[in-house]
């Protein structure tokens, strides 16, 4: 199993430029996740989705938008980027509700300048 | 919404022991979550509690208090390969949503 799989790992945008940072999960798991990360900070939930073709809005999600279309794939896309958005951005995916350990599984990230 | 205190640094010598302390405040509380993150590294899992009491895997232990709202990270016997930052995380409200604190950066010093 490859786990949680996120791509690329590092890009450079130039500001009002889009992108899709892409994610996929091998795990058959329902839940999955979009957060940035600031130097020093906490993970910040950007969205996360329940299963196929269920999204919702976590702490930050303006500026982003995502979609499932399939449980594998989450992919989140910036419209228009701003300098704001350079962060480190995690997937994440977990089991449904039921387990008494519901961990999350994270990529390796995706490193995003915005310049 | 939800939210949580944690140290921000902790340094301590390897093969001594260090307990990482949360305070949290949310509604629909489910359970607490710890995390292991390496610099440049993604986070990874470690414990998860719902019910009061101690949660013990190897060298880690996890404890909570859900009338105090609290919880800790305990490692033992600390190695070098400890240093990273530990983040506690809230599970709250439906649909898995969990809220992570800031991060507790630990230094293990020879």
């Known amino acids: 199993n490859a786990g949680v799989t996120q791509t690329p790992k590092f890009r450079i945008l130039k500001i009002g430029q889009s992108m899709t940072l892409q994610c996929t999960q091998d795990?058959?798991?329902?839940?999955m996740y979009w957060y940035r990360q600031d130097p020093g900070m906490g993970l910040k939930l950007i969205y996360y989705?329940?299963?196929?073709?269920?999204?919702d809005k976590g702490e930050v999600p303006n500026g982003y938008n995502v979609s499932r279309s399939t449980t594998e794939d989450f992919p989140l896309r910036l419209e228009l980027a701003a300098p704001s958005q350079t962060s480190v951005y995690f997937c994440a995916s977990s089991p449904p509700s039921g387990y008494s350990n519901q961990p999350q599984h994270f990529g390796d990230g995706t490193r995003l300048s915005i310049l | 919404g939800q939210s949580l205190e944690q140290p921000s640094e902790v340094t301590a010598v390897e093969g001594a022991i260090v307990q990482i302390n949360c305070t949290y405040q949310?509604?629909?509380?489910?359970?607490l979550s710890w995390y292991q993150q390496h610099d440049g590294g993604a986070p990874t899992f470690l414990s998860y509690n719902a019910l009061d009491g101690l949660e013990e895997t190897g060298r880690f232990s996890s404890f909570l208090s859900r009338s105090d709202s609290y919880g800790y990270l305990l490692l033992q016997e600390l190695q070098m390969k400890d240093s990273a930052s530990y983040f506690c995380?809230?599970?709250?409200?439906?649909?898995?949503?969990?809220?992570f604190g800031i991060g507790t950066k630990l230094q293990v010093i020879p």
């Open positions: 989705s329940v299963g196929a073709g269920i999204t």
């Open positions: 995380a809230v599970r709250a409200g439906g649909y898995q949503k969990v809220t």
């Open positions: 795990m058959n798991h329902n839940y």
């Open positions: 949310t509604s629909g509380f489910y359970g």
